[in-house]
């Protein structure tokens, strides 16, 4: 069966119609909830207040810690002893909304930020597939 999919490239439209072309594609398809997923764009507070409680995000930390970027750079030069990654509903606060589910990954001595993000990643992979259809079933 698969997915439906839909792909829009932002290059020559502002973000206001890139996000209105969104929408119209997610509702003409009967969309109830976003999963985001490697979207390194922030959504507009409109697209956000559109989609309240719709939208939710996989971030690598474990949130509230280390919003934003760098997560893993951050967490190792602070001596945190493990770091992770958080399933979130999306707010128009970066990376604020309510944490949904969170797993743990050791910070192991001479991990560098890549050697982290790998095994984030594949806690990543184990987390938000369940957190997912938790979060639809509900």
């Not at 698969?2 to 969104?22: C, R």
């Not at 939208?55 to 967490?75: C, E, F, M, Q, W």
């Not at 001479?110 to 990643?121: E, I, P, S």
């Amino acid at each position: 069966e698969g997915f439906a999919t839909f792909a829009l490239s932002p290059k020559g439209l502002g973000k206001p119609a890139y996000e209105a072309a969104i929408d119209a594609a997610l509702r003409g398809a009967g969309v109830e909830v976003v999963a985001l997923a490697g979207y390194m764009r922030l959504l507009s507070d409109g697209f956000v207040a559109a989609w309240r409680d719709r939208i939710v995000n996989i971030h690598p930390s474990l949130l509230p810690k280390y919003k934003g970027l760098d997560t893993h750079a951050r967490a190792i030069a602070a001596g945190d002893a493990v770091g992770g990654c958080s399933v979130h509903v999306v707010t128009e606060e970066l990376d604020g909304g309510v944490v949904l589910g969170q797993a743990e990954v050791p910070i192991l001595a001479g991990d560098d930020a890549d050697a982290l993000a790998d095994r984030v990643l594949a806690a990543e992979h184990a987390l938000y597939p369940k957190t997912l259809a938790e979060f639809v079933t509900r």
